[in-house]
């Protein structure tokens, strides 16, 4: 069995852009199975043990759970305090099986061949080296199991009407989150990061998320506005001399600009990767 301590001396480099201000859980939050890891549902079936990496507030974790139950699933996540969103998560949806771990993605603290499928749903972007990752966790993961990984790409995302203002949003957070040492356009590099850590068997698809309800816009827009002037990312981009309270007040107020517009349309694409091991 190797131990952490004794594997690659990669660390976490990268600082998490967003935090865990409500507005950015108020996104995490929302995500499920169903519209962040549906090219991973094939995949599943009772009695797998699963690993969900940067698990957040588990609320895929949760949908995952249930799917492969009874099987043994951990989420794990580099915030202690997010877990206990998780948990109460678990517990509410009543899921026994389920535990909540504190772990690095670089060096995790698992034997090796500890599960059936690894899964990572809007973390490689934010890690400061996503290959060691990868090879991380096709090291816990089974022979004959599945790595599953899915990341938005920034560089990529898309929205009518246009808004000079949010060229502007656009541009400074991949600017704040390069600074941090991340990758925001991580959906278009997923392959080949896979096969850069080792993988030959890898299936890459994209799929999107898309706001054009009432609703929708409002959420999305919503949550970004608050985001831009309330959340650690806001902190960063004034703290790192990207950006000044004012530049961010008004990029905030152009999110609520666009939010009302009735013919706004705005698309999150995702990069999507499914390896064998």
């Not at 009432?214 to 831009?228: C, I």
């Amino acid at each position: 069995m190797t131990h952490a301590s004794e594997r690659s001396q990669a660390h976490e480099t990268a600082v998490y852009t967003h935090g865990h201000h409500e507005s950015v859980l108020r996104s995490h939050t929302w995500r499920t199975a169903a519209n962040s890891a549906a090219y991973l549902l094939d995949a599943l079936r009772p009695g797998l043990d699963v690993l969900d990496v940067g698990c957040g507030p588990g609320t895929i974790t949760a949908d995952l759970a249930a799917l492969v139950a009874p099987g043994r699933v951990v989420g794990v996540d580099a915030a202690e305090d997010v877990l206990d969103k998780a948990r109460a998560t678990a517990a509410e949806r009543g899921l026994d099986g389920v535990e909540f771990l504190v772990a690095d993605v670089h060096a995790l603290d698992f034997p090796d061949d500890s599960f059936d499928v690894v899964h990572a749903h809007q973390v490689l972007q934010h890690v400061g080296d996503p290959v060691q990752a990868l090879r991380e966790m096709r090291r816990v993961c089974r022979p004959g199991g599945v790595v599953a990984a899915r990341d938005s790409d920034y560089g990529a995302f898309t929205w009518y009407p246009a808004s000079p203002v949010l060229d502007d949003w656009l541009d400074l957070y991949r600017r704040v989150a390069r600074a941090n040492g991340g990758e925001p356009d991580a959906g278009r590099r997923l392959f080949a990061w896979a096969r850069q850590a080792g993988f030959t068997d890898v299936t890459a698809t994209a799929t999107a998320w898309c706001f054009a309800t009432p609703d929708e816009r409002a959420w999305w827009s919503g949550l970004w506005a608050d985001r831009t002037t309330a959340s650690s990312y806001a902190g960063l981009a004034v703290e790192g001399g990207h950006a000044t309270r004012a530049g961010l007040e008004e990029i905030s107020a152009a999110w609520r600009a666009w939010g009302t517009a009735e013919d706004a349309w705005f698309m999150v694409p995702h990069g999507e990767i499914l390896c064998r091991v």
